[in-house]
């Protein structure tokens, strides 16, 4: 019973931030928030040992998002989506899953700029944003996801298919 709750609250808190992010380019706070809620209570019905996976799995996809977030890549309501989503995979579980969901990140934002024409002006931000990392934050222009001309793509929707690919495809258990 608990596992099938899981599986419809995720499914509802993926397929809702993505088509929120995808229609104002923002996930917002009660929906996020709701989610971590929900997981890590599911997680505490099934017991100790699942609350504490489940509370690593956060702490793995917030330093993981933190840090990308930091260096400009992705916006806060993909820090706190990946927080939530961490938080109902578990660890280590959690690791494979936001693997998967950088893959299609990278794959949606190399689609997106080429659907829109903009190939040469990703590969110039990517560049920059390398530049970025290796100078920790010294280097490169500093730029945010509301700077103008910034190459923005929404996140959220990577995350919910990787979310739910992982999810199903590897019969995720809380």
């Not at 002006?121 to 934050?137: A, E, M, P, Y």
């Not at 990787?162 to 258990?173: C, D, P, Y």
Request: aromatic share 10%; glycine share 12%.
């Amino acid at each position: 019973m608990i596992q099938t709750v899981a599986a419809v609250a995720i499914t509802t808190l993926v397929c809702t931030a993505a088509w929120w992010d995808f229609s104002t380019h923002r996930i917002p706070n009660w929906l996020t928030v709701s989610g971590l809620a929900v997981a890590l209570l599911l997680r505490a019905l099934v017991g100790f040992g699942s609350l504490a996976l489940g509370v690593e799995g956060l702490g793995l996809a917030l330093a993981v998002s933190l840090a990308l977030y930091a260096l400009r890549a992705i916006g806060g309501g993909d820090v706190k989506l990946l927080a939530a989503v961490g938080a109902f995979f578990g660890f280590p579980k959690a690791i494979s899953a936001l693997a998967l969901m950088a893959v299609l990140g990278g794959a949606f934002a190399l689609l997106s700029m080429v659907r829109r024409g903009l190939l040469p002006l990703l590969i110039f931000n990517t560049v920059d944003l390398v530049k970025s990392w290796r100078t920790l934050g010294r280097g490169g222009e500093v730029r945010t996801l509301d700077s103008p001309g910034a190459l923005t793509i929404p996140y959220g929707v990577p995350i919910a298919v990787g979310t739910l690919f992982w999810w199903f495809g590897e019969g995720v258990r809380l």
